[in-house]
Nanobody, 124 residues
Framework: QVQLEESGGGLVQTGGSLRLSCVAS????????LGWFRQVPGKDREFVAG????????SYGDSVKGRLSISRDNAKNTVYLQMNSLKPEDTATYYC?????????????????WGQGTQVTVSS
């Protein structure tokens, strides 16, 4: 079992920045690949970013490339999502997800463990 707890969401103006954090527990952190997803009501959960077990591989959704950056600190059992140049369309609930494996994947069904989510609202 892996428990995930996100933090760092909030209200920010267009063009602003936020950093989301997700702390994992319950399993050796370096044994899991991690992803960030987001969801708005009435829409499917969308892949935002993913990072491999040791951080050597990252991937991003097309809508966030160049603005968002994922990283992890295996000593702190924490994955981060640095969000810059935020837009109103980035408004969503952001979820941290974990899968036992080497590489992150873009489909939500590949992840067995999910956090409760943190709300990000970008005002225009």
């Amino acid at each position: 079992q892996v428990q995930l707890e996100e933090s760092g969401g909030g209200l920010v103006q267009t063009g602003g920045s936020l950093r989301l954090s997700c702390v994992a527990s319950g399993r050796t952190f370096s044994s899991i690949a991690l992803g960030w997803f987001r969801q708005v009501p009435g829409k499917d959960r969308e892949f935002v970013a993913g990072i491999s077990r040791y951080g050597g591989t990252t991937s991003y959704g097309d809508s966030v490339k160049g603005r968002l950056s994922i990283s992890r600190d295996n000593a702190k059992n924490t994955v981060y999502l640095q969000m810059n140049s935020l837009k109103p369309e980035d408004t969503a609930t952001y979820y941290c997800a974990a899968r036992v494996g080497i590489e992150p994947l873009v489909v939500p069904g590949a992840y067995a463990y999910w956090g409760q989510g943190t709300q990000v609202t970008v005002s225009s």
